[in-house]
C-alpha cells in the first residue's frame, strides 16, 4: 500500500512539474509575442518622417493604409494558428517554424499598426477587405499605368486563405500529428492567400516604407510556402485548395 501511496504521490509530482513547464511555456511565447509587436511599433515611428511627408516622401495613399489594415488581420490569424502549433506540436521542425513565423509576423503586425496611429487611421478597415486592390495606379512611377496582375473589382466579406472558425476548432483539438498536418496545410493556403496584397502593395503603395515591407513579406513567404510543402509532403499531406 505505502508503495502505491509512493508511485502516486511521484505521479502527481511529475504532472504538476509538467503543467508548471506548460504554464511557463505560456508565458514566455505571450512575452515574446508582446516584444514582437512593441519593437514592431517601435520601427514603425522611427520612421515617421518617410511616411509622414517628409524628406520628399508623398503622403500614404488608400493602397498604404489598406494594406496595412488588411494585412494586420491576416497576419493575426498566422499569428494565432502558429501559437496553436507552438504549444501542441511534439515535432521539433514544426515547433520551429511556427516560432519563426509568430515573431516575425507579430512584429510586422506592431510596425503596420504604428504607421496607422502616425497616419491617424483605423486599425482595421470598415468597408471589407481588400477595396484597395481596385484604387487607380499612383502617380510616382510604380504602378505603370496598368492596375497590376491582382486588380480587384471592390472591397470583399474575407481575404483568400483565412481559415474558418470551424478550421481552427479542429486544429486546437487535433490529436498532437493530425494537428502538425493540418497547421501546415492551413498555413501554406494562408500564405498562398496573402501573396496577391503583399505583391500588389509592393508595386502600388505610395509610400517607400510599406512598398519596402510588402515586397520583403513577399520574399520570406514564398520561401516558406516552398518548405511548408516540403515538410507537408514528408508528412503524407496534400495542399489545401485556396479558398
Given at each position: 500500500?505505502?508503495?502505491?501511496?509512493?508511485?502516486?504521490?511521484?505521479?502527481?509530482?511529475?504532472?504538476?512539474?509538467?503543467?508548471?513547464?506548460?504554464?511557463?511555456?505560456?508565458?514566455?511565447?505571450?512575452?515574446?509575442?508582446?516584444?514582437?509587436?512593441?519593437?514592431?511599433?517601435?520601427?514603425?515611428?522611427?520612421?515617421?518622417?518617410?511616411?509622414?511627408?517628409?524628406?520628399?516622401?508623398?503622403?500614404?495613399?488608400?493602397?498604404?493604409?489598406?494594406?496595412?489594415?488588411?494585412?494586420?488581420?491576416?497576419?493575426?490569424?498566422?499569428?494565432?494558428?502558429?501559437?496553436?502549433?507552438?504549444?501542441?506540436?511534439?515535432?521539433?521542425?514544426?515547433?520551429?517554424?511556427?516560432?519563426?513565423?509568430?515573431?516575425?509576423?507579430?512584429?510586422?503586425?506592431?510596425?503596420?499598426?504604428?504607421?496607422?496611429?502616425?497616419?491617424?487611421?483605423?486599425?482595421?478597415?470598415?468597408?471589407?477587405?481588400?477595396?484597395?486592390?481596385?484604387?487607380?495606379?499612383?502617380?510616382?512611377?510604380?504602378?505603370?499605368?496598368?492596375?497590376?496582375?491582382?486588380?480587384?473589382?471592390?472591397?470583399?466579406?474575407?481575404?483568400?486563405?483565412?481559415?474558418?472558425?470551424?478550421?481552427?476548432?479542429?486544429?486546437?483539438?487535433?490529436?498532437?500529428?493530425?494537428?502538425?498536418?493540418?497547421?501546415?496545410?492551413?498555413?501554406?493556403?494562408?500564405?498562398?492567400?496573402?501573396?496577391?496584397?503583399?505583391?500588389?502593395?509592393?508595386?502600388?503603395?505610395?509610400?517607400?516604407?510599406?512598398?519596402?515591407?510588402?515586397?520583403?513579406?513577399?520574399?520570406?513567404?514564398?520561401?516558406e510556402s516552398r518548405l511548408l510543402t516540403t515538410m507537408l509532403t514528408a508528412r503524407g499531406g496534400a495542399p489545401l485548395p485556396l479558398n
Amino acid at each position: 500500500m505505502q508503495a502505491e501511496a509512493d508511485i502516486e504521490t511521484e505521479s502527481g509530482t511529475e504532472h504538476g512539474f509538467r503543467a508548471q513547464v506548460r504554464g511557463q511555456g505560456i508565458a514566455l511565447l505571450i512575452l515574446g509575442a508582446l516584444g514582437a509587436i512593441l519593437l514592431g511599433v517601435a520601427i514603425g515611428t522611427l520612421v515617421r518622417l518617410p511616411l509622414d511627408g517628409g524628406s520628399g516622401e508623398p503622403d500614404p495613399t488608400a493602397v498604404d493604409v489598406g494594406f496595412a489594415q488588411d494585412m494586420s488581420t491576416h497576419h493575426a490569424q498566422a499569428v494565432d494558428m502558429a501559437g496553436i502549433a507552438l504549444l501542441r506540436s511534439t515535432d521539433n521542425d514544426v515547433r520551429r517554424l511556427a516560432y519563426d513565423i509568430m515573431t516575425t509576423q507579430q512584429n510586422q503586425v506592431g510596425r503596420m499598426q504604428g504607421w496607422l496611429q502616425l497616419w491617424n487611421k483605423p486599425a482595421q478597415g470598415v468597408e471589407g477587405f481588400m477595396g484597395w486592390m481596385s484604387e487607380p495606379s499612383s502617380e510616382h512611377g510604380h504602378g505603370h499605368g496598368h492596375g497590376g496582375g491582382h486588380q480587384m473589382s471592390g472591397s470583399m466579406a474575407s481575404m483568400p486563405g483565412m481559415a474558418t472558425q470551424e478550421e481552427l476548432a479542429a486544429l486546437r483539438q487535433a490529436p498532437a500529428t493530425e494537428a502538425d498536418v493540418m497547421f501546415l496545410r492551413l498555413m501554406l493556403r494562408h500564405h498562398q492567400g496573402g501573396m496577391p496584397m503583399m505583391e500588389y502593395a509592393a508595386e502600388h503603395a505610395a509610400t517607400t516604407a510599406v512598398r519596402t515591407l510588402a515586397a520583403s513579406m513577399a520574399e520570406t513567404q514564398q520561401a516558406e510556402s516552398r518548405l511548408l510543402t516540403t515538410m507537408l509532403t514528408a508528412r503524407g499531406g496534400a495542399p489545401l485548395p485556396l479558398n
